[in-house]
């Protein structure tokens, strides 16, 4: 299978800080990477979908401005959450798909956000 | 959009029993994933599906797309089984919808 790294694994903020999560397909170009958030005991909800060199595709509900999505290159995709609040804190986990034809999503290890 | 329910919601096992876990989809779809979430978040791959059978190991999984359902079988399950797994349809869009999981424990 293919693999995807996320970074930080876990990150403690203070409220009104921003912080950066990095997402990198280690061994393939990723078309597209989508980005997911998970509460404790919940399923994962896709929070947008990233395409190299065009702007984030955000779900309903999810603020752009709040979760600034940058997909760079065809290996790394950006997730920063602005002004964090304790509200924010949560499971914060990407994958990535090799290409329209090839679907299958390959997930990194999520990252853990903390915010006090 | 679609929905996507997964039965039963909490599983208790004897370790070496058999268990088959269930997804039921509303929508057709182009493709299925079945993951394991462990203990540490992390989403292990199990099964790319979009109709048919695979096996892997104790593993094996079944897709009747026509149908929209898809079944996780698990054989002779093991302490290490222990976890969610999450059934994930691909509807036309190119992102997958997790169902609410079924959350496994394999009692020694």
């Known amino acids: 299978g293919a693999v995807v790294s996320q970074h930080p694994s876990r990150v403690i903020c203070k409220s009104g800080t921003s912080v950066k999560i990095e997402c990198r397909s280690l061994d393939f170009q990723a078309t597209t990477m989508f980005w997911y958030r998970q509460f404790p005991k919940q399923s994962l909800m896709l929070m947008a979908t990233s395409n190299e060199g065009s702007k984030a595709t955000y779900e309903q509900g999810v603020e752009k401005d709040k979760f600034l999505i940058n997909h760079a290159s065809l290996t790394l995709s950006t997730l920063t959450v602005t002004s964090a609040h304790p509200e924010d804190s949560s499971f914060y986990i990407c994958?990535?798909?090799?290409?329209?034809?090839?679907?299958?999503?390959?997930f990194g290890q999520g990252t853990r956000l903390t915010v006090v | 959009g679609i929905q996507v329910e997964q039965s039963p919601p909490d599983l208790i096992l004897q370790e070496g029993a058999n268990s088959t876990l269930r997804c039921n989809f509303s929508?057709?779809?182009?493709?299925l994933q079945w993951f394991h979430q462990n203990p540490w978040g992390q989403l292990i791959n199990l099964f790319y599906?979009?109709?048919g059978t695979k096996q892997n190991g104790r593993l094996s999984a079944t897709t009747v797309a026509t149908e929209r359902y898809s079944l996780l079988y698990i054989s002779s399950s093991q302490t290490t089984d222990s976890g969610v797994y999450f059934c994930?349809?691909?509807?036309?869009?190119?992102?997958?919808?997790f169902g609410s999981g079924t959350r496994l424990q394999v009692q020694p």
């Open positions: 994958s990535a798909t090799r290409s329209a034809m090839n679907t299958e999503a390959f």
């Open positions: 929508d057709s779809v182009n493709n």
């Open positions: 599906i979009p109709s």
């Open positions: 994930a349809p691909l509807p036309g869009r190119r992102a997958l919808t």
